[in-house]
């Protein structure tokens, strides 16, 4: 057994009877809309990050197709032909709304709102309103930024990296940049505020609401996972949230904080005097980083949940793992600088950040030692939850691989703001976090929803979007070789450039066509949502507390009594027990019974 | 197709056992004190009280990177040497609006003292104290800005000022946040805290944007003379 | 003595090898496409033209065997465990991880990639971290939403005072030269930027507007310009020929359209250039 078994997670006499407030809420605006329901809120992040990744395909869809015929007519856009400035804004929309309501909201206060208090036992977050408030917070922050799109200049053309002066000057230094900018800081505070408020919620549950008998050590690892991300969470966001107000002050109200003197733009000089466009960027990318890591540790948490239940063993190196999450949490908040190597900023520091990134691949490369080690020698049943999570770690590895070069910086010095880097980014962070999301999707959907998703086209999606994934991003490592440069909205003014236009086009056809095949998924989610096959409690046999409960949960999660925790997290196929799975609530006397 | 002997291993841990060494382990509804939680620490939740506490705490740790944020920020900007870097005189009234939000952490300190030895009318008063005090530490920042006004010295005018009205502003929005939070908790019963708990926590908020106010004093000193 | 282990399952697959085989079958093709596009160079950038760029192909080789071979052998880890370890009805190995083998792995893995960062310092060091040699031809980089301008000091080796105000690109003096400075009458302002071959050249890299990049594939070199900065980079070309300049740094709306040549000729069509543009003044 774990160690620490006998330590009580919290004091008994802080333990507490499931609270009678939360009987069923009436009426349909307290049930769905503002519900204190931490499962409510949770489906709520989880549809508007599908609602967002839709969006957010659609436009990379767009993008793909101008890069490949840009003088193609359009009918839907304004002139017929997309400008540079159109193709920018989708750029810039693109990567934002990926970034943040995409892979910032569904793993984390998606899944995570939906399933850690499950987990641990617990009836309801810390503060089920805080909850609700920064659900709501988060799709104002996202009708916020689907109005840079409406609004009159058209949407911010800096890229979702927003780098003064381009985002700091207003309208003089492209289209885009007026109100458009503006409402696109706008949306960022408000979705920094919503994020720090959820962040809050998640730690409070985990440090104090855990079930008796849930020690640290017994949690699940998407609870640590949950736990590492709150907690970069609310350390990071409030730094953007700085930098944020500090470059709307200097859009509006004539401050200098990272606009220099002497500018002159369009013929025009400048009034503003003293800033470091250099400034915003540490701000933007102290935030940034840990962003990524953000965007990814929940996925690690469900691939290892997923890899144990399907393979019938423990996790391997539990302590590891958890240990690896808490690395790679830290250490993030200090790498910063691999994103500023040929910034400006000294190339000493650049050494120095170097050093440290190459660093985080440890923890990193730990992770996917010991998942294969949870693999090795297990019984591996290939239903999708699992594909999705074998597929998670083979594009992490490949996504983590290409970040070994970004992270030296003479190599950078090459490869900085090339395709090589759209490649990286995209296979960690648009695959292999996209298929964490797919595989928590499929794994907890009879959970959630108390129906079961069809496997043959679970699978048939699994297997198209693997292909297809690989198809559209390992290309793009060649182009960024070649020195294809990224945020181009058209290659035909560079002669070299030109000439990888037939690696684009490859790519461009893999990207239709992987997201044709996500229809499948889409499908398959509606279809088995209305008319799926009942769901049993515990459809995979798995371990953790979630499956002790009826699917979907009943509004306090465990029907009036809660948990107590006996065990670890993994016990599959222990010696000894007549089943191959011990759930966490089974008591050693209990145990005995089957063994 | 739920097999018997998998079903009865699967509810057994959640089964409430007569006699069983579980203690408090499996509680039912309705056990103990009004049914909400066997030592009557539970809140209207049936939340451990200390939740409360770890969030505020929690929350402070948020808001203080968004000020660490603004301080490097600062102390970036004054080291790039610009020429447009000019020292900023400390309004006087700060030293007074300082000793006044010293004394507010005095009074809701002893509010609280007041409220643990069962003196109700005494903590009232000194609640009461608290938040006139934190009123009029934000009319004398107010009368700060005004003093800066008066020397012509806009948020836009040098970066020193900017970084004052920034810093002022945002600890300003958080201690009015703290003054409404103070009036609502004091005149309402809490659904859903303790009164002890809704001390406590209002006491770590606002000490924690009192010993901010002192750091940000010195910081602004500091920037000045060194 | 172990009582046999039953499992209640109904979702066993005993038999189904099935997605086993064909996700092996992937990540074999996977490994096998990647090995062979990577081995046969068929996208690499166009040899470098300076020591530094010779170093850094030789880091990036260093770090593609290293990539290459954790690739390979973590891809095909995957498929191994997919094939070997599938449910074929035999219970799972109870095993909670094995700490001497994090221990070898995590130092292993330290070892690695630290190593290759301190490997790689060398082409770093080389190219950022020494100044230029005193001889080294200056030449300033001034970098506009969508254009380079290049300045060469003139015979006086001085650059003339530049002034925003004074900007004007319709009237000829896009860097706002100032016309009262005697430095700046002899300074050489041209589009294209040309520099002699095998000679120390230091570009002083500026914007005007907002932040773009100068970027040069043979120099293995790019390096922003910053508005309110002068940063300076040195190389030293030993191949004559014609090289593209792109910006890399996202900067408005023709960000793409910012192009301009990198001429690295023979020392005296250097010189002859250089006369040809004191003549044309």
């Keep these: ?74 009918p839907f856009v304004r002139g017929g032909i997309m400008t540079p400035e159109q193709y920018l804004a989708l750029v810039t929309l693109h990567g934002t709304i990926m970034v943040f309501f995409v892979l910032t909201t569904a793993p984390q206060n998606g899944f995570g709102n939906y399933f850690l208090p499950l987990q641990i036992g617990a009836p309801e977050m810390a503060f089920p309103r805080l909850n609700s408030i920064s659900f709501w917070l988060t799709f104002a922050a996202f009708l916020c930024l689907l109005a840079t799109c409406i609004v009159p200049g058209g949407g911010p053309i800096s890229g979702w990296t927003a780098y003064p002066p381009l985002s700091g000057l207003g309208e003089v230094t492209g289209p885009g940049e007026g109100i458009g900018q503006t409402v696109w800081i706008v949306s960022i505070l408000i979705f920094c505020a919503g994020s720090l408020l959820s962040s809050v919620n998640f730690i409070a549950t985990i440090i104090d609401l855990r079930a008796p008998g849930m020690t640290l050590g017994r949690m699940p690892l998407t609870v640590w996972a949950w736990f590492v991300t709150a907690i970069s969470i609310l350390l990071a966001f409030g730094v953007l949230l700085a930098g944020g107000v500090l470059l709307l002050l200097d859009r509006s109200a004539g401050t200098n904080f990272f606009l220099p003197a002497g500018l002159v733009v369009s013929g025009q000089v400048q009034a503003h005097a003293g800033g470091s466009p250099l400034l915003w960027q540490h701000l933007f990318w102290f935030f940034g980083h840990p962003e990524v890591y953000i965007a990814i540790l929940p996925g690690m948490g469900v691939v290892s949940q997923v890899l144990a239940t399907f393979s019938r063993k423990p996790v391997f190196g539990y302590r590891a793992m958890a240990g690896s999450l808490c690395a790679i949490g830290l250490l993030g908040f200090v790498v910063w600088g691999h994103h500023m190597f040929v910034s400006g900023m000294s190339p000493y520091s650049g050494l120095t950040f170097s050093l440290l990134t190459m660093s985080i691949g440890v923890p990193s490369a730990i992770k996917t030692f010991n998942w294969l080690g949870t693999l090795w020698g297990g019984r591996i049943r290939f239903r999708s939850p699992m594909l999705f999570a074998m597929g998670f770690v083979s594009f992490f590895v490949t996504g983590g691989l290409s970040g070994i070069f970004l992270g030296q910086p003479a190599l950078d010095s090459t490869l900085h703001a090339t395709y090589y880097v759209v490649a990286h980014f995209h296979i960690v962070m648009g695959v292999a976090a996209i298929f964490g999301i797919f595989a928590a999707t499929h794994y907890w959907f009879p959970k959630m929803f108390g129906r079961v998703m069809d496997e043959t086209l679970a699978k048939l999606h699994f297997w198209l979007t693997f292909a297809g994934a690989y198809c559209i991003f390992m290309p793009l490592h060649f182009v960024g070789i070649a020195g294809g440069v990224r945020r181009y909205a058209d290659f035909t003014g560079v002669d070299y450039l030109t000439a990888l236009l037939p690696l684009h086009r490859f790519v461009t056809f893999a990207a239709f066509a992987t997201g044709a095949a996500q229809i499948i998924f889409l499908y398959n989610f509606f279809h088995s949502l209305r008319s799926g096959a009942q769901a049993p409690m515990n459809p995979w046999d798995a371990t953790t507390l979630e499956w002790t409960t009826s699917s979907p949960p009943p509004i306090d999660n465990f029907g009036g ?16 027990a007549t089943v191959d799975f011990l759930p966490q609530n089974l008591a050693i006397e209990e145990s005995r019974d089957v063994q | 197709m739920s097999n018997s002997l998998t079903s009865s291993v699967l509810t057994r841990g959640n089964v409430s056992r007569v006699g069983s060494s579980g203690g408090t382990g499996d509680v039912t509804f309705g ?54 870097w000019r020292p900023l005189e400390i309004p006087p009234v700060l ?100 009164r002890e708990t809704v001390t406590r926590v209002a006491a770590l908020y606002w000490h924690f944007l009192t010993g901010l106010w002192v750091f940000l004093l010195l910081f602004f000193l500091w920037e000045r003379y060194s | 003595m172990l009582a046999p282990v039953m499992t209640h399952s109904r979702n066993s697959v005993r038999g189904s090898a099935g997605p086993a085989v064909l996700l092996a079958l992937l990540l074999l093709i996977l490994v096998g496409v990647t090995v062979v596009l990577f081995a046969s160079h068929a996208y690499s950038p166009p040899s470098p033209i300076t020591a530094e760029g010779r170093l850094t192909d030789q880091q990036y080789g260093r770090t593609l065997w290293v990539a290459g071979v954790i690739f390979i052998l973590a891809q095909l880890a995957l498929a191994y465990a997919a094939l070997r370890f599938r449910d074929r009805g035999r219970p799972a190995r109870f095993i909670r991880g094995n700490n001497a083998l994090e221990v070898v792995w995590t130092l292993a893995t330290v ?57 004007s690109a319709s009237t000829g003096n896009p860097l706002g030269l100032d016309p009262n400075d005697a430095a700046g009458k002899d300074d050489i302002v041209v589009p294209v930027l040309t520099v002699p071959a095998n000679r120390p050249v230091e570009l002083l890299i500026r914007s005007q507007d907002v932040v773009h990049n ?30 593209e300049i792109v910006c890399t740094q996202l900067c408005g709306q023709g960000h793409n359209t910012m192009r301009s040549f990198l001429n690295v000729v023979p020392e005296p069509e250097y010189e002859s250039f250089l006369k040809q543009q004191a003549v044309g003044q």
Excluded at chain 2, 101 to 127: C, T
């Design chain 1, 1 to 74: 057994m774990s160690a620490g078994s006998a330590v009580s997670a919290a004091p008994e006499s802080a333990r507490r009877a499931i609270p009678t407030s939360l009987e069923a809420p009436t009426g349909f605006v307290r049930r769905y809309i503002f519900s204190t329901d931490h499962k409510v809120v949770g489906l709520q992040y989880f549809f508007l990050s599908l609602t967002a990744v839709l969006i957010g395909v659609v436009l990379s869809l767009l993008m793909r197709f101008h890069l490949v015929w840009p003088t193609a007519h359009l």
């Design chain 2, 31 to 84: 056990r103990g004190g009004g049914g909400w939680g066997g030592d009557g620490t539970g809140g209207a939740e049936g939340i451990p009280q200390r939740v409360y506490v770890t969030g505020m705490a929690v929350a402070i740790c948020g808001m203080a990177m968004f000020f660490a944020a603004m301080v490097s920020a600062s102390i970036v900007r004054q080291g790039l040497g610009a020429a447009d």
């Design chain 3, 111 to 167: 070892v690695l990639f630290v190593g290759l960062s301190v490997m790689g310092r060398r082409a770093w060091a080389d190219a950022r971290l020494g100044a230029a040699p005193a001889d080294a031809v200056q030449i300033e980089v001034t970098t506009t939403q969508f254009v380079y301008t290049f300045r060469y000091p003139g015979p006086d080796g001085k650059f003339g005072r530049l002034d925003p105000n004074l900007v």
């Design chain 2, 95 to 194: 030293w007074l609006n300082t000793a006044i939000l010293l004394a507010s952490s005095f009074s809701l300190a002893r509010a609280g003292r007041l409220q643990l030895a069962g003196d109700e009318p005494g903590f009232r008063h000194w609640w009461n104290v608290t938040t006139i005090l934190g009123a009029l530490f934000l009319a004398g920042q107010v009368i700060a800005w005004r003093e800066l006004a008066t020397a012509r010295l806009y948020v836009a005018t040098s970066p020193t000022a900017g970084f004052f009205y920034v810093f002022t502003g945002a600890h300003g929005l958080h201690l009015a946040g703290g003054i409404v939070a103070l009036m609502v908790a004091g005149s309402r019963r809490a659904r859903w805290m303790k």
């Design chain 3, 214 to 243: 100068f970027f040069v594939r043979e120099l293995r070199l790019q390096q922003d310009a910053v508005p309110g900065m002068v940063i300076p980079v040195n190389f030293t070309a030993d191949r004559v020929g014609r090289y």
């Design chain 1, 561 to 576: 009594k809660l948990p107590r925790v006996y065990r670890g997290p993994y016990e599959y196929s222990v010696p000894g």
